[in-house]
Every structure is written in structure tokens, then in C-alpha cells.
């Protein structure tokens, strides 16, 4: 039958933590007679000395110093993994930094994130807002809310929230003014709406004959942030294509009109993403489940 391998480890911990046995013994509530033996038991098992002894001191050996810190290492992975696994309950503190996009952040994230947050008023937020990507590591990011296909990397952990609907659209005044385009080709005389290189895409995504593909519509204005091309849009300035959420109240209030729609159907996929951890920090576990609730409910598409 297998040894149990944390047998005697937070007793060597501590008599390593301590400059004699007595003092182990004493912080234990053992006697020395049984910090010795346990000690003893534990070298044996090992195959090898831990502690250099004399009469006064106890000095760890090169060998206990290398087991020391990989059984305190693992000592902090067990308390970490208790505390995070344990944490529904909690009430949460501490800084929060929550990277998103600007319309979906204003738009969806934001008002989600107020009724998250509510139950912990000691969860501090730092809300960025930008369509460019930024590094997660770098910049000293909890959790980034990401649109679209996400590269690979060890580094990250990603949990797919929702896919969205894009949507082409314009608002009546430019239809009006321009014409409706009918075709793919007919976009090519059109004046069209984009992102920039590191903000949303130069491009867009449809289904033509039953194949999704990029489509490079003309650049007549490119813009960084998601917001702005709304606005831009309602103001006819030409057409855009965008994920519904952004788009839905001007749709609704009549501001805009889908064209294009036999051309429409290709999905943007919304993930939740956040730098690789051996144990996930419980306010960054909190907010992901509650996203991944409100998602489920479709309160993020």
C-alpha cells in the first residue's frame, strides 16, 4: 500500500520554519520526543537527511532547503485551490481590472457588471475600454471580453459566452440618398463604414452561395472603436456591418435598416478571456460564472 506523500510534511515545515526542536515542538503542541520521530519517519521514507543537528540549532541540509520550498510551494497551491474553490459564499474584495470592448462594454458589459458587482461593495473595478487588442500580461489585466477567433496561447484560458449575430446596415437617410445595394458587387459604389488595423475589422464577414468568406467593402471611413461606428452610421455616413448588440436600439428605434440580409448569417463569437493561473483568483471566478449565467439567460447577445 502506498505511503501517504504529506505525511509528516507540515510538521518538517514548521521544525524548518523554527530554530530548534522545542520551538517546532512548542508552535505544534507536540512533544520533541514526537517532532524527532516524525522527522525521523520522513527522512527514512526519503532517503535522505533534512536537517543538520546539534545541540542547539537545527540547520536545514541542501537537501531539506530544495524539499522545503517545493513543500511549501505545494502548501500555497492547496490553500489557494481551498480559497478559490471556496469562495461562493465570500464576500468579495479587492481590484478588479475588466478589459472589453467600447460599444459592448458601454452597451452590455457595463450595466452587467453593476448588477455583478452589486452584492460586493468591497470589489473595487478598473473598467478599460478599447477595440484594440490589448496584452493581457502586460498591462496588468484580470479578464478581457474578446469578439471574434482568438490565437492560440499558453499563456491565456478563454470561455466562449455567446456568438452574436452581424449585421449590415445603414440608416434610411443614406439608403434614401445612395440607394439599397442589392448584391455584393453593388457595394463596391457604396460609401462603407470600417475599423482600423488594431481596432474592429477592416473587413466583412458574409455568406455568399453557402460559403462563409471575408468581404473588403470600400474603406471609405475607418474608424477605431465600435461606438463610433454606430454613431457614424446613424449619422449616414455610409454602411457598416457590426455585432446586433451594438446595433439593436437604432434597429428598433428605426435609425437603421438592414440591407443585405440574404448575405448575413455568419456568427462573431464572444469570449471571455483571462492569463493562465495554476489556481483562478475567486473575484476573477466570480464575475466569469455570473457572465456565463447572464449569457445563458441571453442577456449578452
Known amino acids: 500500500m502506498q505511503r501517504d506523500p504529506l505525511s509528516g510534511v507540515s510538521v518538517f515545515v514548521a521544525t524548518a520554519r523554527s530554530s530548534t526542536f522545542t520551538e517546532a515542538a512548542e508552535r505544534l503542541s507536540l512533544t520533541k520526543s514526537a517532532v ?10 526519503l532517503g535522505f537527511k533534512l536537517f543538520h543537528r546539534t545541540t542547539r540549532l537545527t540547520k536545514l541540509t541542501a537537501d531539506g532547503e530544495a524539499y522545503l520550498a517545493a513543500c511549501t510551494s505545494a502548501i500555497d497551491e492547496i490553500t489557494a485551490a481551498q ?53 493581457l500580461l502586460q498591462d496588468g489585466v484580470d479578464l478581457a471580453i474578446r469578439f471574434g477567433a482568438l490565437p492560440d496561447s499558453a499563456e491565456l484560458v478563454a470561455r466562449h459566452l455567446v456568438t452574436q449575430e452581424r449585421v449590415i446596415c445603414a440608416s434610411p437617410a443614406y439608403l434614401q440618398a445612395r440607394g439599397e445595394p442589392r448584391t455584393l458587387t ?48 446613424i449619422g449616414g455616413l455610409g454602411i457598416v456591418q457590426l455585432p446586433h448588440s451594438l446595433v439593436r436600439e437604432p434597429l428598433s428605434a428605426g435609425l437603421l435598416r438592414p440591407v443585405l440580409q440574404a448575405y448575413s448569417g455568419v456568427g462573431v463569437e464572444v469570449h471571455a478571456v483571462w492569463p493562465r493561473q495554476a489556481h483562478l483568483n475567486p473575484r476573477v471566478r466570480y464575475v466569469i460564472d455570473q ?6 439567460k441571453g442577456r449578452l447577445g
Open 36 to 45: 524527532g520521530k516524525t522527522i525521523a519517519r520522513l527522512e527514512d521514507r
Open 186 to 233: 453593388d457595394v463596391r459604389a457604396h460609401r462603407c463604414i470600417v475599423g482600423s488595423l488594431k481596432g474592429p475589422p477592416l473587413v466583412w464577414f458574409v455568406r455568399d452561395d453557402g460559403t462563409q468568406k471575408r468581404f473588403t467593402p470600400p474603406a471609405t471611413h475607418r474608424l477605431s472603436d465600435g461606438e463610433a461606428m454606430v454613431d457614424a452610421a
Open 83 to 135: 480559497a478559490a474553490l471556496s469562495s461562493d459564499n465570500q464576500i468579495l474584495s479587492g481590484r478588479l481590472h475588466i478589459d472589453m470592448p467600447v460599444a459592448f462594454g458601454r452597451r452590455v458589459l457595463l450595466p452587467a457588471l453593476i448588477e455583478i458587482t452589486r452584492p460586493h461593495p468591497d470589489l473595487s473595478l478598473t473598467l478599460t475600454f478599447t477595440d484594440a487588442t490589448s496584452d
Open 291 to 296: 457572465l456565463l449565467a447572464y449569457a445563458a
